[in-house]
């Protein structure tokens, strides 16, 4: 489990950068860096795959198919909407609003697999819960209002995305914990060859007109981070989820993923250049809170928590 956690947290960390990085490359567009990020991601999945460790060989055509869709509609597709949530709403309104992804996830797990009981959930969720409405109604009171249709369009497409990763995370984890489970080098790679034919397909919607226009820092700027979050925010993060998703119950690894929402949190702030709000810091330290309770949760067994309880 302690695996796991690390794992998922670091995983939280480089997916973080996604909130922050559709801002740092303009003048390019959110399709110019996905076409870019994800094109890097399938490229170095491919050559990887020199080595055979790497190559999905052996897995049933079933298996093959969802790591294709999950890389192609479920990381093209989250990025898309998260890059779009944040040119929109700013920094941050969508990671409040996709935060509160760990809670309905792990309901939904919970329900299905019974990882551990309701009342020692309950007050991890509450907290979660609490954490997440506090920022967000500190956030939002601290945006410009004259953008009001422009922050309805980020809830919009934040929204989205929430609802793209709680699948991604569904069938993620059903297959990671299946009797013939791929194993992580191929499980990743067979995804960032989905997200790169899937960001190809995007591949009209480029600014090819920017490039009489654009600086040679605009530039070097683009590239530097399109390869930091192709390699570390997609090949990486994806290898570390794969070994998180393996070690821990869903309705867990559901709850780490509040650590995305306050990196995310943390990188907009230093993106902006300011501190957080005491509001802010209260809720990003409740959501926190959460995580570490849902953890002593799964850590107790159910056999002496049962025992605790009888008279």
């Given amino acids: 489990m302690l695996l796991g956690i690390v794992a998922g947290l670091t995983t939280c960390a480089l997916w973080g950068l996604t909130f922050v990085a559709p801002r740092a490359i303009a003048p390019f567009t959110a399709w110019d860096f996905t076409i870019a990020r994800y094109g890097i991601f399938g490229f170095a999945c491919l050559l990887l795959m020199i080595d055979r460790r790497f190559r999905p060989v052996g897995l049933a055509p079933p298996q093959l198919l969802a790591g294709l869709l999950l890389g192609g509609g479920g990381y093209v597709g989250y990025f898309v909407s998260t890059a779009f949530a944040v040119q929109l709403a700013g920094a941050a309104i969508p990671p409040v609003i996709i935060g509160t992804m760990p809670v309905f996830l792990a309901i939904i797990a919970n329900l299905r697999d019974r990882s551990a009981p309701w009342q020692a959930l309950a007050l991890p969720l509450a907290m979660i819960m609490i954490g997440v409405a506090v920022v967000n109604v500190a956030t939002i009171n601290a945006v410009n ?30 297959v990671m914990r299946s009797p013939k489970a791929p194993s992580g080098l191929q499980w990743t790679g067979l995804q960032g060859i989905g997200a790169a034919i899937g960001s190809s397909l995007l591949l009209p919607l480029a600014s090819f007109d920017l490039a009489d226009t654009v600086s040679g820092s605009d530039v070097l700027r683009f590239v530097g981070w399109a390869l930091v979050m192709g390699l570390a925010g997609s090949w990486l993060a994806t290898l570390f989820w794969v070994v998180a998703s393996r070690h821990l119950p869903l309705a867990l690894a559901a709850q780490l993923i509040v650590a995305e929402t306050v990196f995310g949190l943390a990188y907009g702030f230093m993106f902006e250049g300011r501190l957080p709000s005491p509001a802010e810091t209260i809720g990003a330290a409740l959501q926190l809170a959460g995580v570490c309770a849902a953890m002593a949760a799964f850590n107790t067994p159910r056999g002496s928590t049962q025992r605790r309880a009888s008279p």
């Fill in 145 to 174: 209002l004259a953008a009001t249709t422009s922050i309805i369009l980020g809830i919009l497409a934040s929204s989205v995305a929430l609802v793209i990763w709680i699948v991604y995370a569904l069938v993620n984890a059903a």
